[in-house]
């Protein structure tokens, strides 16, 4: 099985100083810490392997075993050092208590800090709500520590016992000649202690379910679907490690008047066929209030007239275009029925127009089947 050049890994080469080895695991790790990376699994993996490689290259003695081809690499003559034929499942082993597994452990066998998940919720607003902003309630249902044992697992007077199969270092090493294979330990499953009385309320996991109740604060110009992070108000980390992410959806209720494009809205404006025709000057509804819009003779249905820089907040937009458009759409408002004084003067207005035909150029092409 293929391993990977721990010296690749940190980007440097064999003949790279401690002291540089030290600054490129630093700024890999800074780089791919899952703090800065929040749901990237690819950046999380990178950050395992990065670390794994320098807990070998980071130490004097585990450094000049790999490059002499000793237990963490597999090279030297007949395969390991000293000739001894190296065994690559072995070798697999080794690497995968760095490069595998579900959780990343530390050199004695315990738990690193891992980050807590991120969670979501919906919250539901009106139009109006979501153009202003608005602080509202969210009720999550999170683990947390019981109350019964404190986060122990143990029962009420009692404590976790040291595991007596690897004496609390959490890993049973076996040794094969130069080679030594480290597992989690099979009584304790890595976590050095064993709970003998376990907690009833919590099953000795230390947690249970519990209710939390938050105000948070969503933004001006939010739309439907729209995900707010809130940072550190996930599930909490474990070991140690960083709480995770809450993620609000937001639910926004549809406007009457203001249909949502984007970072815009638009309006449709009935017109008047005399409106149309004449021109015009008509009030029209804005997002704070109201205005006159100046329709021009002729305007065709279906038309638009923009009004720049009174839409919406854009989300996380500076102070220059920090508002969408509004968007008004012209359209004929055709009567359902005429009186008989509209009939007469439509009959009037017909025949003073029957010159032109606006239906000619459909047939201009061709002649009709």
């Known amino acids: 099985m293929a391993q990977p050049d721990l010296y690749k890994v940190l980007g440097v080469d064999k003949k790279t100083s401690a002291a540089d080895i030290k600054k490129a695991y630093r700024k890999l790790a800074r780089e791919n810490h899952p703090d800065q990376n929040p749901g990237d699994e ?10 794994a490689a320098y807990d070998i290259l980071g130490d004097p003695e585990k450094r000049k075993q790999y490059d002499s081809g000793g237990m963490f690499s597999g090279g030297g003559p007949g395969g390991g050092p000293g000739g ?18 579900d959780e990343p452990r530390g050199r004695a066998g315990r738990p690193r800090p891992a980050r807590g998940r991120d ?15 608005i602080q509202v ?13 404190h986060g122990t697992g143990a029962a009420a007077g009692t404590s976790p016992k040291v595991c007596s199969s690897c004496q609390g270092r959490g890993i049973d090493s076996q040794g094969q000649g130069l080679f030594s294979i480290s597992q989690p330990c099979s009584r304790c ?42 940072a550190g108000r996930g599930e909490p980390g474990s070991n140690g490690g960083p709480d995770g992410d809450l993620y609000v ?3 926004v209720a549809p406007s009457s008047i203001f249909r949502r494009k984007g970072d815009n809205v638009e309006v449709e404006v009935p017109l008047t066929i005399p409106e149309q025709l004449l ?56 009567p359902d029925k005429l009186t008989d004084e509209q009939s007469e003067l439509v009959e009037k207005l017909s025949e003073t127009m029957t010159a032109s035909n606006p239906r000619a150029k459909l047939f201009s092409g061709g002649s009709a089947s």
């Open 189 to 230: 499953q890595g976590s050095g202690t064993i709970i003998e009385d376990p907690c009833r309320s919590c099953g000795g996991s230390g947690q249970v379910e519990k209710t939390k109740k938050l105000k948070v604060n969503i933004p001006a110009g939010v739309k439907e679907g729209s995900r707010v992070r809130i």
């Open 279 to 334: 021109g015009a000057e008509v009030e029209v509804p804005t997002l704070d209030g109201r205005k006159t819009l100046r329709v021009p003779p002729g305007t065709r249905s279906g038309s638009v007239q923009r009004l720049r820089g009174e839409g919406p907040p854009r989300l996380g937009a500076g102070k220059k275009d920090s508002r969408g458009d509004i968007h008004y759409r012209f359209v004929v408002d055709v």
């Open 42 to 51: 690819a950046a999380e993996e990178r950050f395992k392997q990065v670390s």
């Open 119 to 133: 969670l979501e919720t919906e919250v539901r607003l009106s139009f109006d709500q979501s153009l202003a902003g």
């Open 249 to 251: 959806i937001t639910r």
């Open 84 to 101: 001894v034929p190296f065994d690559p499942s072995t070798f697999g082993d080794i690497f995968s208590s760095f490069f595998g597994g």
């Open 137 to 149: 309630p969210v009720t999550l249902s999170i683990p947390g520590a019981c109350s019964s044992c």
